[in-house]
């Protein structure tokens, strides 16, 4: 979905008690990645959400930091929301990493059926990231955190 044709929403009602969630963030780019978790939590409070949050060193990490939440057995969650930024360089590394990091989470989703929102910025300036960071409608956090709630939602509905 393109930031332009992002559609207004209001956080949909989670049927049961308050969902809790683990927002797991790569704050490699500061500004950016604390501006799309700002907008998801906004999302998370109208929905009644709890979070905690969690920082790993960069958008690599964030498939096996999600392994590792799913198996930890200390707390549980409802679903996950990763948040991390990868702007494009001068190399392929660009495209390996955004790859990994996709192929990565997908395949997690795909095992376990885990709610998961992905707030994953692929961009080719910091200024399209900071665009998609913003506190304005097309905040790409607010978009992840919608998408995980529905997930969630859904994980309700069926039992699971």
């Not at 683990?22 to 979070?51: C, D, N, T, W």
């Not at 190399?91 to 707030?119: K, P, Q, S």
């Not at 994953?120 to 978009?143: F, M, S, Y």
Request: hydrophobic content about 45%; proline content about 4%.
């Amino acid at each position: 979905m393109s930031t332009i044709d992002a559609p207004e929403r209001a956080a949909q009602p989670i049927p049961g008690p308050a969902p809790r969630l683990l927002v797991i963030q790569a704050p490699y780019y500061e500004q950016v990645v604390s501006g799309m978790r700002r907008g998801a939590e906004k999302v998370f409070a109208e929905a009644g959400a709890f979070h905690q949050t969690v920082d790993v060193a960069g958008g690599y990490e964030l498939p096996a930091a999600l392994r590792m939440a799913l198996t930890q057995t200390q707390e549980r969650y409802d679903g996950y929301l990763l948040l991390g930024c990868v702007v494009k360089g001068e190399t392929d590394h660009y495209t390996f990493i955004c790859d990994a990091i996709c192929h990565g989470v997908m395949r997690i989703a795909d095992e376990t059926g885990a709610a998961i929102g992905l707030g994953l910025l692929t961009v080719d300036t910091l200024q399209q990231a900071i665009a998609r960071a913003a506190e304005d409608r097309h905040n790409k956090g607010v978009e992840a955190a919608h998408a995980l709630l529905g997930q969630v939602a859904l994980r309700r509905r069926w039992g699971l």
